[in-house]
Nanobody
Framework: QAQLVESGGGLVQPGGSLRLSCTSS????????IGWFRQAPGKGRVGIGC????????HYAASVKGRFTISRDNSKDTVYLQMTELKPEDTAVYYCSTACLPGSEVTDLQGNFWGRGTQVTVSS
């Protein structure tokens, strides 16, 4: 069964940086625009950014714009989320998906491929 796989999460201090990776099994990421989402405890899953198939176009939610950068290496079939200036409020489970909804909450997971998420905790 096709799915995406996130990695790179962990514990980081406020102001620190972290890079997440998104790979896949069963599908070719290079064929899709890829979105990154996050879900904090007790809250909905929200899109934080999206990258086009070529990587030439990116869009970000206001909450992360200027701090987070999405990139991709289609030769490695991998999409990255570089996070800098991390804040405690960035603490969440981060997901990659073939959905692209920067700034919007996901109400229906069906119709797109999703990973199982990777935990990012920002705390001193």
């Amino acid at each position: 069964q096709a799915q995406l796989v996130e990695s790179g999460g962990g514990l980081v201090q406020p102001g620190g940086s972290l890079r997440l990776s998104c790979t896949s099994s069963g599908i070719t990421l290079a064929s899709y625009s890829i979105g990154w989402f996050r879900q904090a405890p007790g809250k909905g899953r929200v899109g934080i950014g999206c990258i086009s198939t070529s990587g030439g176009s990116t869009h970000y939610a206001a909450s992360v714009k200027g701090r987070f950068t999405i990139s991709r290496d289609n030769s490695k079939d991998t999409v990255y989320l570089q996070m800098t200036e991390l804040k405690p409020e960035d603490t969440a489970v981060y997901y990659c998906s073939t959905a692209c909804l920067p700034g919007s909450e996901v109400t229906d997971l069906q119709g797109n491929f999703w990973g199982r998420g990777t935990q990012v905790t920002v705390s001193s």
